[in-house]
């Protein structure tokens, strides 16, 4: 079973995904364009916080320079901005969410995206999306054809020690309590889902998210690392892009559930923040 929504599974789509930072000097098709349009408009998201999402067009200087990414990007004409109110930790957690369907879309359109957080031009993006003054646009992704090269500055980033590496089952999965890994033979079909959600993006890979599966078979989301950068938790965005992984993939698994935010399932481990809580039902889900 596949979501409609994609031309490939979602833990196909997780494993396709890389970030890019350099395009190819092209357009995107009239369909292409107004199939992401369509998804920003549209898309629909788990806590019904506000989000507005918009698809930016750069200026038309070389390599849309004057957009503002102070060289981290080259060739991109497409930029898909988020906007939230300001000091809306659930907005954050949504926008991740949405935000990652649309990326999800593009990955499965052959388009290339990276997440950018501080590397861009608040100011220049802030006049293109119409910024409000208790409003915030904590992210931008840029969106278009990948470059069959890599400048050096993307080159040297993909060098960084822990850039491309992912952390393994042991390290984010347990069952019952975080002092026991979650054994895949024991992740009650939802083996995909965990996995697509483990291959998720995330500010400088830290890979945030810890999940307990609980004796009554639902899983509990945490998350192990909070950094307050620029006035706002951005790995509550990490968190968002997870719980979309995890939800769109265990859909296509046969398993459609409901998010729970009021209340951890059990002992809240040590050092961890709870984020929501994932229960099989029949009548719920993101489709």
């Given at each position: 079973m596949m979501t409609p929504f994609f031309s490939k599974p979602v833990r196909e789509l997780?494993?396709?995904?890389?970030?890019?930072?350099?395009?190819?000097?092209?357009?995107?098709?009239?369909?292409?364009?107004?199939?992401?349009?369509?998804?920003?408009?549209?898309?629909?998201?788990?806590?019904?916080?506000?989000?507005?999402?918009?698809?930016?067009?750069?200026?038309?200087a070389p390599n849309g320079a004057k957009i503002g990414t102070y060289g981290m990007i080259r060739g991109a004409r497409y930029y898909m901005a988020a906007v939230v109110g300001k000091g809306d930790g659930e907005a954050l957690l949504e926008l991740g969410y949405v935000l990652e369907k649309a990326v999800l879309l593009a990955t499965s359109l052959g388009l290339g995206t990276v997440w950018l957080g501080g590397t861009f031009n608040k100011g220049r993006f802030a006049k293109a999306v119409g910024l409000g003054p208790n409003e915030m646009l904590p992210i931008v992704v840029p969106v278009g054809y990948p470059s069959e090269t890599m400048n050096l500055r993307e080159w040297l980033m993909r060098k960084i020690p822990g850039s491309a590496h992912r952390k393994g089952w042991s390290e984010l999965f347990f069952s019952g309590n975080i002092q026991k890994p979650l054994e895949s033979a024991d992740a009650a079909g939802l083996k995909d889902a965990l996995e697509a959600l483990r291959l998720a993006p995330s500010a400088i890979n830290v890979q945030p998210w810890r999940i307990i599966k609980n004796d009554d078979g639902s899983f509990s989301f945490y998350e192990a690392v909070s950094q307050n950068q620029m006035g706002f938790d951005m790995h509550m965005i990490d968190m968002g892009i997870a719980l979309c992984h995890f939800d769109l993939a265990s859909c296509e698994a046969g398993h459609r559930g409901h998010f729970d935010f009021k209340k951890a399932n059990g002992e809240m481990p040590h050092d961890l923040k709870y984020i929501a809580s994932w229960s099989e039902n029949a009548s719920h889900g993101q489709a």
């Amino acid at each position: 079973m596949m979501t409609p929504f994609f031309s490939k599974p979602v833990r196909e789509l997780a494993g396709i995904r890389r970030s890019v930072r350099t395009y190819q000097d092209k357009d995107l098709e009239p369909e292409v364009r107004q199939k992401l349009q369509d998804c920003l408009e549209n898309v629909t998201g788990i806590n019904g916080r506000s989000v507005k999402l918009s698809l930016v067009v750069a200026d038309s200087a070389p390599n849309g320079a004057k957009i503002g990414t102070y060289g981290m990007i080259r060739g991109a004409r497409y930029y898909m901005a988020a906007v939230v109110g300001k000091g809306d930790g659930e907005a954050l957690l949504e926008l991740g969410y949405v935000l990652e369907k649309a990326v999800l879309l593009a990955t499965s359109l052959g388009l290339g995206t990276v997440w950018l957080g501080g590397t861009f031009n608040k100011g220049r993006f802030a006049k293109a999306v119409g910024l409000g003054p208790n409003e915030m646009l904590p992210i931008v992704v840029p969106v278009g054809y990948p470059s069959e090269t890599m400048n050096l500055r993307e080159w040297l980033m993909r060098k960084i020690p822990g850039s491309a590496h992912r952390k393994g089952w042991s390290e984010l999965f347990f069952s019952g309590n975080i002092q026991k890994p979650l054994e895949s033979a024991d992740a009650a079909g939802l083996k995909d889902a965990l996995e697509a959600l483990r291959l998720a993006p995330s500010a400088i890979n830290v890979q945030p998210w810890r999940i307990i599966k609980n004796d009554d078979g639902s899983f509990s989301f945490y998350e192990a690392v909070s950094q307050n950068q620029m006035g706002f938790d951005m790995h509550m965005i990490d968190m968002g892009i997870a719980l979309c992984h995890f939800d769109l993939a265990s859909c296509e698994a046969g398993h459609r559930g409901h998010f729970d935010f009021k209340k951890a399932n059990g002992e809240m481990p040590h050092d961890l923040k709870y984020i929501a809580s994932w229960s099989e039902n029949a009548s719920h889900g993101q489709a």
